[in-house]
């Protein structure tokens, strides 16, 4: 059996907004026919948020 290591509950919204805070042009989301920088996701999210 592998041993578990313990992590501390957290959102995604944490290591998301991390990478996107450093690495805001690099790609975040991508299929065949799009991509999307962190700023775009962010943007994107932020958006519909507001709605």
Excluded: C, K, N
């Excluded at 995604?12 to 989301?29: Q, Y």
């Amino acid at each position: 059996m592998i041993p578990r290591t313990p992590v501390a509950p957290q959102t995604l919204s944490g290591p998301a907004g991390a990478a996107g805070a450093a690495h805001a042009d690099a790609p975040a989301l991508s299929d065949a026919h799009f991509r999307f920088s962190y700023r775009e996701t962010r943007e994107q999210v932020s958006a519909l948020a507001r709605q």
